[in-house]
């Protein structure tokens, strides 16, 4: 049986809507919070165990099927009222299902696959984030490297946006990219750096046969200059029109779709 | 020489928010507001003749050349202070540029060019329409086809996410889209459902060599039924992983591209 929480002051709801809030908060305490039926379930089902589980009365009847999956693995559960629901969701109209996950512990660089990988250097946009992670995942890409500053991985934003992939897509993290980058050449792979610059290779003549990093930068600057000299090659996408350049997460799902194109054998002339 | 306007209680002030804010209110003026000294030059240059322009001091130093190409076409000047660019502004950091400008009269569907065309029906998301918008443009797609019910292309953050593409890329409105692409196969138009069916063809498998309507659907539910029904063809973006579905401008990105793919002559085995 559910303990019951109707006060927003209540010490556990003030802890959750925090972790909710606070970056260095989700750090300090090695928890994050995942708001969402859909998006709770596959926290659970992913074994990023629920620790905490909070729901309305509502949500349990309207998403039970996806309560089952999450209640299977939480360590602790209580209902909440839904002002406390409204305090704890990031959106306007929530659905009255949250839980607090443990974080992973973070991936030695030495264990990144050795199959094509998405790097992101400084990119801020949660937005952005989640969808790359989100993009990543549905075409097959192996790992995400986060390199330098990005917008937070655990951040409610970056979560949606990903749909889950978060949970279930490899997310490693380094420092400066082109440290990193020296040890990854001498474990195998090669690195593209994306670039806004009509005088770098089209991604459609480059050849992805071994295993590749495409390094995509920043949202206003793109690529640290360190970052694009360090890679093997310099690619781009052919532009047509007058804008100068993609949305990160465009830039990176076109230039993951052609690293991981089928039928990529055939050769452009 | 700029008037100084420094009350935010100010008529034109009160008006020039509302339409940050309303799209209702975007409507029944015929007005937009653009925000930030880049998008307001991109309206000025491309002929969305700035009926009225507000700068700060600030900006004036701060972004001499934008605004340069700003007051060559402008209409009336007003030099605002701070606190009422801080209530104009949908940004936390506001670069105190903002011009008034006219919307452009909506383009009847009979001149959608005869070139490849994406249409999105029912967007939600401002960040994803913006985002579409910015990449048909840079792939060099002809047009844009908004169809039913779509966030308000004039928004803030439809406007910043498309980095003035909304300037320059030709939009086109219809109702529902099944009667808009009889219309348009009878001009000699093929069009491409947007479907994340692993049944349908693969994009990588169609053939572009006539002028198609790619068709993407709202970000939650997709394309409706009867859209995808009236379309010529399903095509999917093949994926690989757990992932069910891309984020709506990945996927259109992603569709554009191979729509528009350099050497794409070379056809897949």
């Given at each position: 049986?559910?303990?019951?929480?109707?006060?927003?002051?209540?010490?556990?709801?003030?802890?959750?809507?925090?972790?909710?809030?606070?970056?260095?908060?989700?750090?300090?305490?090695?928890?994050?919070?995942?708001?969402?039926?859909?998006?709770?379930?596959?926290?659970?089902?992913?074994?990023?165990?629920?620790?905490?589980?909070?729901?309305?009365?509502?949500?349990?009847?309207?998403?039970?099927?996806?309560?089952?999956?999450?209640?299977?693995?939480?360590?602790?559960?209580?209902?909440?009222?839904?002002?406390?629901?409204?305090?704890?969701?990031?959106?306007?109209?929530?659905?009255?299902?949250?839980?607090?996950?443990?974080?992973?512990?973070?991936?030695?660089?030495?264990?990144?696959?050795?199959?094509?990988?998405?790097?992101?250097?400084?990119?801020?946009?949660?937005?952005?984030?989640?969808?790359?992670?989100?993009?990543?995942?549905?075409?097959?890409?192996?790992?995400?490297?986060?390199?330098?500053?990005?917008?937070?991985?655990?951040?409610?934003?970056?979560?949606?946006?990903?749909?889950?992939?978060?949970?279930?897509?490899?997310?490693?993290?380094?420092?400066?990219?082109?440290?990193?980058?020296?040890?990854?050449?001498?474990?195998?792979?090669?690195?593209?750096?994306?670039?806004?610059?009509?005088?770098?290779?089209?991604?459609?003549?480059?050849?992805?046969?071994?295993?590749?990093?495409?390094?995509?930068?920043?949202?206003?600057?793109?690529?640290?200059?360190?970052?694009?000299?360090a890679c093997t090659l310099r690619v781009t996408i052919p532009m047509q029109g007058r804008a100068e350049s993609l949305n990160a997460a465009s830039s990176a799902a076109i230039l993951m779709w052609e690293m991981m194109r089928p039928g990529r054998d055939c050769r452009e002339g």
């Open positions: 049986m559910a303990q019951l929480i109707i006060s927003r002051k209540n010490d556990l709801v003030k802890q959750a809507a925090k972790l909710g809030q606070s970056a260095s908060f989700r750090r300090q305490e090695g928890l994050f919070l995942a708001e969402g039926a859909r998006l709770c379930a596959d926290a659970a089902d992913s074994g990023a165990v629920p620790a905490r589980v909070f729901y309305t009365a509502r949500a349990r009847e309207k998403y039970a099927p996806y309560l089952e999956r999450i209640l299977a693995r939480a360590q602790e559960v209580f209902e909440i009222s839904e002002p406390v629901a409204e305090l704890l969701s990031e959106t306007r109209s929530s659905q009255g299902v949250f839980c607090l996950c443990r974080m992973e512990a973070e991936r030695e660089l030495s264990n990144l696959p050795l199959a094509h990988c998405l790097a992101l250097e400084r990119i801020q946009d949660p937005g952005n984030l989640g969808a790359a992670l989100r993009t990543a995942e549905a075409l097959g890409v192996s790992s995400v490297l986060l390199a330098g500053e990005c917008c937070d991985l655990y951040s409610p934003k970056v979560l949606r946006a990903s749909m889950g992939a978060v949970f279930r897509l490899p997310v490693f993290f380094c420092g400066a990219l082109p440290q990193a980058l020296a040890a990854l050449h001498r474990r195998g792979f090669f690195s593209c750096a994306a670039v806004p610059d009509p005088a770098a290779l089209p991604v459609t003549e480059a050849d992805f046969s071994r295993p590749c990093l495409m390094a995509v930068g920043n949202e206003g600057n793109g690529l640290a200059e360190e970052t694009a000299a």
